[in-house]
């Protein structure tokens, strides 16, 4: 089945800091992927998608490229804010059935300190 | 615009018992889909629902029910409470099937402790 891969947390950074938070997946056909934040006491929101491969997705700063040879979407930002601080998760979708179902990985949590 | 909303917000049941949650999915969303998310692990998808069908159905049990009304409001059920089901549960909304968007908009969540 599919299977999403993040790298563990807890990650601490210092502000303007250069961030990676590292996921692969596993999946049959050409799932669409995503990365989804958690700020504290909030719902999950979604960050960026990237539908197919080479694809880059972007916002807020934040990039991910969708690499099939490599079944990646590792999330990057240049200089983090003490406002990123929360949880990332990646996430794929299917990409068939007649339904709609993401599968997430476990989550990485992301502290960033003046 | 009115976004997702999940109540009761903290709940705390026994084992053997049953629990009913409930989301308003945002305003002009059709689909309502629940996640269970464990203590340090990512949302796992429990059931989806479309216009009033379930569209969908991940490896959960059947004691695991929902509706889902026509003002596209839904509910989850858990019979036979086990000390597993403590986790935070998640409704998210879209509007159609969102197969290649991915914009669901989540809730923050119901957390049910079972002791």
């Known amino acids: 089945g599919n299977s999403v891969t993040q790298m563990e947390g807890p990650v601490t950074l210092s502000e303007e800091a250069f961030l990676t938070i590292n996921c692969t997946y596993t999946a049959t056909g050409y799932p669409s992927l995503f990365w989804y934040v958690q700020y504290p006491g909030e719902g999950l929101q979604l960050l960026l998608k990237a539908t197919k491969a080479d694809d880059k997705g972007s916002n807020k700063g934040f990039e991910a490229t969708y690499r099939k040879e490599t079944t990646s979407f590792h999330l990057e930002k240049g200089s983090v804010q003490v406002s990123d601080s929360a949880v990332y998760f990646c996430a794929l979708s299917d990409s068939g059935g007649s339904n709609y179902k993401l599968t997430f990985g476990k989550g990485t949590l992301l502290t960033v300190n003046p | 615009e009115t976004g997702v909303t999940q109540s009761p917000t903290h709940l705390i049941k026994t084992r053997g018992q049953q629990v009913t949650l409930r989301c308003s999915s945002q305003?002009?969303?059709?689909?309502v889909s629940w996640y269970q998310q464990a203590l340090g692990q990512g949302p796992q998808f429990i059931f989806q629902y479309y216009r009033e069908e379930e569209n969908g159905r991940g490896n959960f049990p059947p004691r695991f029910s929902g509706l889902q009304f026509p003002n596209y409001s839904s509910e989850l059920n858990v019979n036979a409470l086990e000390l597993d089901d403590s986790a935070l549960y998640l409704c998210?909304?879209?509007?159609?099937?969102?197969?290649?968007?991915?914009?669901?908009?989540f809730g923050e969540g119901s957390r049910l402790t079972v002791l």
């Open positions: 998210a909304s879209s509007f159609g099937l969102a197969r290649n968007t991915g914009e669901l908009f």
């Open positions: 305003s002009g969303h059709n689909t």
